[in-house]
């Protein structure tokens, strides 16, 4: 097992232009949660799947951002209409229930710079 | 609702010297609560969790953290500092359902040789 992946690592766009994030799970784990990170910050919780569900989205997540993991597998975390205040780093972590609770295996994550 | 204060956005410490690392949460259920250390441009490792368990939690790399209901502390602890050491830490709290994740702000650990 590798560890949950992300793609791509970096990610420079400009305001206005569409971009897309990919996690990729630790391959037995049902939950897949996305954070949104700044410089200085904890990560921010953004939404997370259950299987193919999306079951909890943060009020931080507005109607340009759009998260998908549609066989239960994989996740894309698209942003529409680039603003430079999304520059941040985008972590991808994922979960499988155990013997108390969940945890949380992180992504390296991808960096977005808006220019 | 619920939420981590960690206290101190910098802290430094001798090689060999005691970390400390403080974290306070709030939590209007059983709350579950981690600590995770971030190495610059990469994502989270946990160090150690509690889950309503034992109280004194041993982590990696000789961290533990001791959970505190009366105080509502969960603090990271380590008895000698090392060189490696020097990253970012941040302390988390769930539900224990996992339905979210609440981070604090972090705290950046200085190792000064």
Redesign the interface.
């Known amino acids: 097992d590798t560890g949950?992946s992300q793609n791509p690592r970096h990610k420079i766009t400009k305001r206005g232009q569409n971009v897309t994030f990919r996690c990729d799970p630790i391959s037995e784990h049902n939950?897949l949660?996305w954070?949104r990170q700044t410089l200085?910050?904890?990560?921010?919780?953004l939404t997370?799947f259950q299987n193919e569900a999306q079951?909890?989205k943060s009020r931080l997540l507005s109607d340009r951002f759009s998260a998908e993991r549609p066989k239960g597998s994989f996740s894309t975390l698209e942003i529409q209409r680039t603003e430079q205040g999304d520059s941040a780093m985008y972590?991808c972590?994922s979960?499988v229930?155990g013997i108390?609770?969940?945890?949380?295996?992180?992504?390296?994550?991808t960096?977005l710079t808006v220019t | 609702a619920q939420s981590v204060t960690q206290l101190g956005?910098h802290v430094s410490v001798s090689e060999g010297a005691l970390v400390l690392l403080r974290c306070n949460y709030s939590s209007s259920v059983p709350p579950?609560l981690?600590w995770?250390v971030q190495y610059p441009?990469?994502?989270?490792?946990?160090l150690l969790?509690y889950?309503?368990?034992a109280t004194l939690v041993k982590g990696i790399n000789g961290f533990e953290a001791e959970f505190k209901k009366s105080e509502t502390s969960f603090h990271l602890t380590k008895p000698s500092a090392h060189m490696s050491d020097a990253a970012e830490y941040?302390c988390?709290v769930?539900d224990?359902?996992?339905?979210?994740?609440?981070?604090?702000?972090?705290t950046s650990l200085t190792v000064i040789p």
């Open positions: 949950v939950r949660y954070y200085g910050q904890g990560p921010e919780f997370y079951l909890e972590l972590a979960s229930q108390g609770g969940y945890e949380q295996y992180f992504g390296p994550g960096r | 956005s579950y981690f995770y441009n990469q994502g989270l490792q946990l969790k889950t309503s368990a941040f988390a769930s224990q359902a996992g339905n979210q994740f609440y981070f604090g702000t972090g």
